[in-house]
């Protein structure tokens, strides 16, 4: 996918861009490659730098449109630098190959074999002449790490059916998350559970040693309601990546959570947080701080409208 819209800021003529991944999905915490190549345009330029840009298309909730209304909105939630200053001549081509990091955070393109509606890009940045250019973004795949996918089969082999996922703008209070959105994955009750809740929402948050799983509790107060039961109840737990110690499997580790998420609810009702590590130190999360202090300061940057056509002129935020 080429830089389509440099010609209205270089002039007819000027150079273009194609950022080509290689194949395969990623994986958080892992290694993103591939390579950008570089056309001259009619004349001699000279590239002051080509920057990488992750973006992630995101719910936020605007007040100016009334409480609870949502929109989508465009968050670069990190940015590396795969090339400096150099002289692109008329006609000339080159290549740049790169290879970045991934965040832990990133989330997950692929649930369930299938994507859940999660839509992440790369987008490439030519600055020329003092003017940064930026192209449409190219997409971005990425598969969920294997503690993830343990604890999503887990839950489904307990019964619960995946329903939705998308991102939601904002941080989970008392987690170690460090990007400005988080994953959020709704999931269907089995029977056994059904009296207790309409739903499960599943948020997972990596770090380099350890899975930082959030579950929410979900059951919206009847007409009889006591008036507690319209919110959520959230629990917290902590597992290293290679899964529980001891005698348990992920199946009765995640079998537990969920009973100490549903129990805590009905013991305290509405807002009720809980959480434990399992076999983890908090020090690796609280150690999370500066993992990711190279990132950008994340933000709504631009309305996704067609996230990977047009709309590539946007302001920062």
Known sequence: MGFKRLLGSLGVGGPTVDTVLDPGAARPGGTLSGRVRLVGGACDHDVEHVALELVARVETEHPEHGEGVEREGVVVFDRHTVGGAFRLAAGEETSLPFAVTLPWETP?????????GVVLGVRTELAVAGARNKGDPVPLAVAPLPAQEAVLEALGGLGFGFRSADLQHGRIGGTGQRLPFHQEIELTPPPRYAHQVDEIELTFLAVPGA????????KRGGPFSDGRGGHDALSRFTVPHEGPAGPHDWSALVD?????????RAS?????????ES???AAVLAGAAGIAGGMVAAGVVDEAGDFFEGDSDDGEG
């Open 279 to 281: 076999g983890v130190g």
């Open 108 to 116: 997950a393109t692929e649930l369930y074999g299938r994507p859940p």
């Open 256 to 264: 537990g959570w969920i009973q100490e998420l549903v129990e805590h």
């Open 211 to 218: 899975l930082e799983v959030v579950l929410e509790a979900d």
């Open 268 to 276: 305290y009702g509405s807002h009720a947080v809980y959480g434990h």
